[in-house]
């Protein structure tokens, strides 16, 4: 190797550490079902919460961000103050999650009016599944859809490629539905990161139940079972 080369290298090393150093921030993908309740971990807590800030960021929502908590204090005129709390060890629990919480959750520490270190985020991916019927019976064709709600700075196209999200179908035993399988239509729109299953119900379908299924690198992150009760019987 030239020494000019060697340089060089030495300089690309430098560079990238310092970028890192810089987008150093610490990023975290949490997955939920509606209705549940979720813990955010803080992953620059300093000793104590009183220097944790928890600022929330959803730009189709809110045009700038909003301080859920301010050193260590509930912020108490926020719309989901109610279900916020924060956690021993600095995380941010919400409880009974809806399809508006998704998006980005940044954990930041202040000392002296002065930032800590770099910024902790978390991205919190919603997964929600709603039917075309209210009322169902054996015969009726159902629509379910299942939808993944992400953070708008990026398409789910982007992050089903940059972090392996996928969604699925899978029937009781935990096989996966395909557009094969003639009972069963099933479409996906990776644009909007919703999958559809679309169904003719039969009278031994009462019971029955569907699981919509997110998986991240291949690995199940969150489901939400759909149960069909036909309106028919009891
Ligand atoms: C983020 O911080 C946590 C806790 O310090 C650590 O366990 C995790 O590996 C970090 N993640 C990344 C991507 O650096
Ligand atoms: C925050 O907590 C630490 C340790 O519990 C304490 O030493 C410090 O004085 C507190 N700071 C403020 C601003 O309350
Ligand atoms: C959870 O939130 C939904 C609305 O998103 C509401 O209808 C339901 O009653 C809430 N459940 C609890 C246990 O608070
Ligand atoms: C914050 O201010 C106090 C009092 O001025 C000082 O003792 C402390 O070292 C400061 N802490 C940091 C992290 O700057
Ligand atoms: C699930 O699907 C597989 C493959 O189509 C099928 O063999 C199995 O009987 C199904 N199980 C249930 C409970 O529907
Ligand atoms: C579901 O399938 C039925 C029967 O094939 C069809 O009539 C209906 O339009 C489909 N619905 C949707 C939303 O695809």
Redesign the pocket.
Known sequence: MSDECRVCLLGLIFLSSLLTGISGVNETHVFISSGENVRLPCNNALHGCNSTTWIYNNRFRHSTAVELIRLGIKEKDTERHERLSLGSDCSLNIRNISTEDYGSYICRQYVNHTQQGPDARVYLHVLHVSS?QTEISAGL???LFCQLYSYDGGSCDDWIRSERIQLFWVNQTGVKLTRSDSRY?I?SSSDHCII?L???LLNEDHNREWRCEVTQRDQVKTSVTYTVKSSGEK
Do not use: D
Request: glycine residues 0%.
């Open positions: 075309s064709s159902v629509t239509q479409s559809t679309n169904t003719t």
